[in-house]
């Protein structure tokens, strides 16, 4: 398990989070305000204490980019444009917050137990993307519904 995804397992298991979280609620008892804001391109930023989330996304998509964020402001110190700019650690640092999140909002054993065994049935179970949970799954919640799951 990357350093990423145990930070969010932890503050998960720490907070005695199941189900879909808040992750408003999250970020707000770390300290940070969430805004939704009318970001055209943009998704989510980080600014001063808040985290901006672009008012044209639906809850799954805004649950997952607070948490994206989150794991920015946690694991990720310091002014973000100036490292994207001037430094490789960008692509690095967008796994690890896409790490953080998939783990503050889901849950491997919480999805097993519950019988979920492809990815469109985790997405749905914990509220968020299903391309998320695609993209930051292990083997066996890579399948969806239609397909055999670890094919």
Same mark, same amino acid.
Not at 30 to 36: E, N
Not at 106 to 135: M, N, Q
């Given at each position: 398990m990357t350093r990423a995804r145990r930070r969010g397992a932890d @503050? +998960?298991?720490? @907070? &005695?989070?199941? &189900?879909?979280? #808040?992750? /408003?609620? *999250?970020?707000?008892? %770390? &300290?940070?305000? $969430?805004?939704?804001?009318?970001?055209?391109?943009?998704? /989510?930023l980080e600014v001063d204490g808040y985290i901006g989330i672009a008012d044209r996304l639906g809850p799954e998509d805004t649950r997952w980019y607070i948490a994206h964020s989150l794991g920015h402001k946690l694991m990720h110190p310091g002014n973000h444009l100036w490292v994207y700019r001037n430094s490789m650690l960008g692509c690095k640092y967008e796994r690890e917050a896409n790490d953080f999140a998939r783990n503050?909002?889901? #849950? #491997?054993?919480?999805?097993?137990?519950? =019988? !979920?065994?492809?990815? !469109?049935? $985790?997405? %749905?179970?914990? =509220? *968020?993307?299903?391309?998320? *949970? +695609?993209?930051?799954?292990? @083997? =066996?919640? +890579?399948?969806?519904?239609?397909?055999? $799951?670890?094919?």
């Open positions: @503050l +998960r298991r720490k @907070l &005695g989070l199941t &189900g879909r979280v #808040d992750a /408003e609620t *999250v970020a707000n008892l %770390h &300290g940070f305000a $969430v805004q939704r804001l009318p970001l055209l391109i943009q998704k /989510e503050l909002l889901t #849950d #491997d054993w919480e999805a097993i137990k519950e =019988g !979920l065994t492809c990815s !469109l049935e $985790v997405a %749905h179970y914990f =509220g *968020v993307p299903e391309e998320f *949970v +695609r993209l930051q799954a292990p @083997l =066996g919640f +890579r399948g969806r519904a239609d397909e055999t $799951v670890g094919s």
